[in-house]
């Protein structure tokens, strides 16, 4: 297969993917610019933007501009009146809960936002609920962080990747006073992330930009094999000796989900249990990372009649999963044993209907598309909010694949 001028073997299914290459750090500002200059359409951003309650207190500026000779997009979230803020998390919430973006974009800035407060409340000794943002629960934080999350939303990517971050060194002023960097809070949030240091005297990395990259990355690499299809760079306010800027891309990279792999099971039979408690231990199993929760009814000695339990998981998952059968269910004990799984290559693409958009999971056999399926969560909303019947939805999506 050929596209462009690139050869492409036959039987390699390509993943989309964001790379956030952050050789002077990231802020807030520098991702909007960014993802602006990388081609989210600047007017929808704000339009999006405009569906908070505080949208009149604000206005965002994109422009083309340049550091160091590289140009890129500075973003500016110009405030219209000064505030001194001091929001929890659940204002922050209500921000979001309140508007009327889609549930993707609600569902990843508060993503964000929760990272931040997990942080801060490490930082400052106090349980989440408690904490009290300063900067970072400003409008100018609510913008950058909710702006990150319609950007990501409206690119339609299989995954996020990022190079190490440089975080840069010496000292900030801030609410807390002067502070050392990376600051507290972006250290928190950067712990099990590589960084770099030192490359700039100030601050390159700043809590906002430390928890896009932990709240949306899937990985960190310095050494990615990829296939760029499109550059942008957000330009930062300072400037440095070197170019204050993040660069990302839009890239290709070949999946290399592992088709075969081992996964366990782990079985308890269980005779002593009330009936009612199955589901709370199957939610249990499913939010601990269970791949899949099943029971048999079988007949134990003296003709009891009982329930084995069989969970498949991952390697890593098995201590977890032992625990939640241990906590949550009568069994004294559970049998393991490794199984191998062939499984197809899977993708998930968003096909576009009538009434609106419907995942559709592809599975994949040597490259070649063996299977289509539209997913049944999508079909039986559409079906109940336009009362319809379901088999009506699942023809008009099999007829467009
Ligand atoms: O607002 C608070 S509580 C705050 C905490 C910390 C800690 O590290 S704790 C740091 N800061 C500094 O504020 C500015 C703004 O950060 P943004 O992420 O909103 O751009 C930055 O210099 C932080 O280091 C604020
Ligand atoms: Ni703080």
Not at 268 to 286: C, G, R, T
Not at 343 to 353: A, E, F
Not at 367 to 377: D, F
Not at 378 to 399: P, S
């Amino acid at each position: 297969m050929s596209r462009g001028n690139v050869i492409y073997p036959i039987g390699v299914v390509y993943l989309k993917i964001l790379y956030y290459d952050c050789f002077c750090g990231i802020s807030g500002d520098m991702n909007l610019g960014a993802m602006a200059d990388i081609g989210v359409d600047t007017e929808y951003i704000k339009s999006e933007l405009s569906k908070l309650s505080i949208s009149d207190d604000f206005d965002v500026v994109f422009n083309k501009s340049e550091k160091k000779g590289i140009s890129g997009t500075k973003a500016d979230v110009v405030l219209k009146k000064h505030e001194h803020p001091h929001r929890h998390l659940k204002d922050v919430y209500k921000i979001i809960d309140d508007s009327d973006l889609n549930e993707n974009i609600k569902k990843i800035s508060k993503r964000i936002f929760e990272n931040i407060a997990i942080a801060e409340g490490k930082v400052h000794g106090k349980p989440v609920e408690k904490v009290h943002f300063h900067e970072v629960g400003a409008i100018d934080s609510i913008v950058d962080v909710v702006g990150a999350a319609i950007c990501y939303d409206s690119l339609d990517i299989d995954g996020v990747y990022s190079s190490s971050v440089q975080v840069g060194g010496g000292f900030v002023n801030c609410a807390h006073g002067k502070i050392p960097v990376p600051a507290p809070a972006t250290v928190e949030l950067l712990t099990g992330i590589p960084i770099k240091t030192g490359l700039v005297d100030g601050e390159s990395t700043t809590p906002t930009g430390a928890a896009i990259l932990k709240s949306l990355a899937d990985g960190f690499t310095n050494s990615l094999s990829m296939d760029i299809k499109k550059t942008g760079y957000g330009l930062g306010t300072k400037d440095f000796d070197v170019p204050n800027v993040l660069r990302v891309y839009i890239a290709e990279i070949e999946d290399k989900k592992k088709v075969d792999e081992i996964q366990y099971m782990i079985e308890a039979n269980i005779d002593d249990m009330n009936p009612e408690h199955y589901s709370h231990l199957e939610e249990k199993l499913f939010e601990g990372g269970a791949l899949d929760v099943y029971k048999t009814q079988i007949l134990m000695k003296k003709s009891r009649p009982a329930v084995k339990l069989s969970i498949l998981c991952s390697e890593d998952r098995v201590e977890n999963m032992e625990e939640v059968v241990f906590l949550h269910s009568t069994t004294l004990g559970v049998r393991k044993y490794k199984v191998e799984k062939s499984m197809l290559v899977r993708k998930i693409i968003k096909l576009k209907t009538q009434w609106g958009d419907v995942r559709v999971k592809q599975g994949f056999y040597k490259g070649r598309l063996l299977k289509q399926k539209a997913e049944y969560e999508d079909c039986l909303k559409i079906a109940k909010d336009n009362n319809l019947e379901l088999d009506k939805i699942y023809r008009q999506i099999y007829r467009q694949l």
